[in-house]
């Protein structure tokens, strides 16, 4: 830490008594030979006794100011490198969060507790490092206190936690529009050292409800508030409320459902086919976790998924359906399987060791394995993940690009990642039935990858007229409906021995549903 090279008043006082002394002494040698020669001794001891005294108190002021700096600068490491922004540690935190609540009645309006949670930041430590994650809670802050007013505060109360104490709070309509303003600062990239890393921020906000109200329970109605933000498919922001409370309850029952499930695999595996040009051939299937709950029944993926997540169970959960379907497929030859992994899987260190040990286990082809992948891949750590896509493409795994349009996707992303298929996201197929701006995205992302030499499946395929005009735009392969609904690993055994049969007999190409199956299909 710097020390300012201007003198500090109690510097100023010490040079001032030096000069004393100096003035003294010439005072006294020039004025000597008035001067009894007795008292030159009684001189002498004095003017070393106060030289003494200026150079003691000299020396207490440079141990004082050593102590300052180093209690600075051990703050300013602690709270993120930047002492201008006063950022409270957990207890000045509460300290404030209680005067807070104190000084409610004295204003025209309650306080707010913001807790911003910023889910990268635990993989960016572990990745980085503890200085650089430091670092990167510290510009988060500044963003942060930067789209709100100079008499809030900011304070970073976790590793991956800023705390945000807003006296009064934004009124009703205000403060949702406050929220997504933080939400899309802090969605910006940061670069920090050359490296770009982007942040998921969610917000939990709890407003005082009652002055009884203690900084205890503001901080766990904000966290439950921060819990249900998590689960939100639209805002990342949520506000506490006695709905959140119940919904939160709920969640939490859920979520030790959903851990003792997978550990006691309890979940369910189904396949839906993917189909060749003409719709008539099964080339492939795509592995779809299914739980079905004892006492709440089906439970959605969209559901469990993003739980599993948060919890960690995901990693278990994704080892067990890679696991299943990798030997399920083994009776299905010449067949592609393809299995969903997330991006928290993916970040997992071990996780191109784990692949390549069930398909040692199991004796698939590497081949015939499909993994697909979601562009959230790129989000925290770019040159990770492209180091265990490299592995996988050694192991000889294909890899799919799904939900291709739908996040972060750009054309140097696509042209960096060895990719084998796009697959077309059904929010598109949707859309060709909207006019004309529809149609062209559709044609632009197949033109873009059949130029990168890329196979193209179309998913959520449910009219004639969708599949249709998707075979004229190029598209290779589809999925959905209009074919089949996902179904167990019988089904699909039972259709492609009558697909073999039929291609034998040499009564068309394939057969991917069978013939009642098929009329039916049209009949919907």
């Not at 739980?291 to 080892?319: C, K, N, Q, V």
């Not at 995205?441 to 249709?468: F, N, P």
Request: a neutral charge; aromatic letters at 6%.
């Amino acid at each position: 830490m710097k020390l300012s090279c201007v003198p500090s008043p109690i510097g100023a006082i010490v040079l001032a008594a030096s000069a004393t002394v100096i003035c003294f002494l010439c005072a006294v040698l020039i004025e000597a030979r008035h001067i009894d020669s007795n008292a030159f001794p009684f001189l002498a001891a004095a003017f070393c006794c106060l030289v003494l005294l200026v150079f003691l108190l000299a020396g207490y002021i440079q141990a004082t100011q050593r102590a300052i700096a180093k209690s600075a600068e051990a703050l300013t490491r602690r709270d993120g490198g930047n002492p201008n922004l006063a950022i409270a540690d957990r207890a000045g935190f509460s300290e404030r969060l209680e005067n807070a609540i104190s000084a409610a009645g004295h204003f025209q309006g309650r306080p707010a507790l913001l807790l911003v949670e910023m889910k990268s930041l635990r993989d960016v430590k572990e990745k980085l490092g503890a200085e650089f994650c430091d670092h990167l809670a510290q510009a988060a802050a500044q963003r942060l206190a930067g789209c709100i007013r100079s008499v809030d505060s900011v304070t970073r109360t976790a590793t991956d936690t800023l705390s945000a104490i807003l006296l009064p709070a934004p009124g009703d309509g205000d403060l949702p529009v406050l929220l997504e303003r933080v939400i899309k600062n802090l969605s910006e990239p940061f670069v920090i050292a050359e490296h770009t890393v982007n942040i998921d921020a969610r917000i939990g906000v709890a407003l005082l409800q009652d002055q009884s109200d203690d900084a205890a329970t503001l901080v766990r109605q904000a966290e439950m508030a921060l819990c249900q933000s998590r689960c939100n498919d639209g805002p990342k922001f949520c506000i506490y409320s006695l709905d959140v409370d119940d919904k939160t309850r709920e969640e939490s029952l859920l979520l030790k459902d959903l851990g003792a499930a997978v550990r006691n695999e309890q979940l369910d595996l189904l396949y839906q086919p993917v189909v060749d040009y003409g719709g008539q051939t099964i080339i492939g299937v795509e592995a779809l976790c299914r739980w079905r709950h004892p006492r709440l029944g089906d439970i959605s993926p969209a559901t469990f998924i993003p739980m599993a997540e948060r919890s960690g169970d995901i990693h278990a959960l994704g080892e067990w359906v890679l696991r299943r379907a990798c030997l399920e497929a083994l009776s299905w030859p010449r067949v592609s399987v393809a299995v969903n992994v997330s991006p928290k899987q993916l970040r997992q260190p071990d996780f191109t060791d784990i692949v390549q040990k069930i398909l040692l286990q199991t004796g698939l082809e590497p081949s015939r394995l499909e993994l697909e992948l979601t562009e959230g891949i790129l989000i925290y750590d770019r040159e990770d993940a492209l180091a265990k896509i490299g592995k996988l493409k050694e192991l000889g795994v294909r890899l799919a690009l799904d939900d291709f349009g739908t996040g972060y996707s750009s054309l140097s992303y696509l042209l960096s990642l060895p990719f084998d298929k796009l697959k077309i996201d059904r929010s598109f197929v949707l859309k060709l039935e909207s006019g004309a701006s529809g149609a062209a995205i559709v044609h632009s992302i197949v033109s873009l990858g059949r130029a990168l030499g890329m196979h193209l499946t179309a998913e959520g395929i449910e009219t004639r007229e969708q599949h249709m005009f998707l075979r004229v735009a190029g598209v290779h392969s589809f999925q959905g409906y209009l074919f089949s609904r996902p179904v167990d690993a019988k089904v699909i055994s039972a259709r492609l021995a009558e697909q073999t049969k039929l291609g034998a007999t040499g009564a068309h190409k394939g057969g991917a549903i069978a013939p009642q199956a098929q009329k039916a299909r049209y009949a919907r």
